[in-house]
Nanobody
Framework: QVQLVESGGGLVQAGGSLRLSCAAS????????MGWFRQAPGKEREFVAA????????YYADSVKGRFTISRDNAKTTVYLQMNNLKPEDTAVYYC?????????????????WGQGTQVIVSS
């Protein structure tokens, strides 16, 4: 069983930055691919970024490429999402997720553990 706890969300003005953290339980963190997803009001949850088990490979949605950076610290069993140049359309609940059967994935249905989410609001 993997427990994921996100933190770092909040209210920020457009153009600002936030850093989300996701702390994971369990000793096998280094064997999990990790991802961030988000769900805006009235919309389906969508992929944001993913990182491989080792942290070598990263993947981003086109909408955040160049502005967001995913990283991980396996010693601290934590994955991060640095969000820069935030836009009002980035407003959403952000979820981190773990995939145990794959190195990593951009597909929501392949993730088998989810956090409770953290709210990000970007004002214009």
């Amino acid at each position: 069983q993997v427990q994921l706890v996100e933190s770092g969300g909040g209210l920020v003005q457009a153009g600002g930055s936030l850093r989300l953290s996701c702390a994971a339980s369990g000793r096998a963190f280094g064997s999990y691919g990790m991802g961030w997803f988000r769900q805006a009001p009235g919309k389906e949850r969508e992929f944001v970024a993913a990182i491989s088990r080792s942290g070598i490979s990263t993947y981003y949605a086109d909408s955040v490429k160049g502005r967001f950076t995913i990283s991980r610290d396996n010693a601290k069993t934590t994955v991060y999402l640095q969000m820069n140049n935030l836009k009002p359309e980035d407003t959403a609940v952000y979820y981190c997720a773990a995939v145990t059967a794959l190195v990593t994935s951009i597909k929501e249905h392949e993730y088998n553990y989810w956090g409770q989410g953290t709210q990000v609001i970007v004002s214009s």
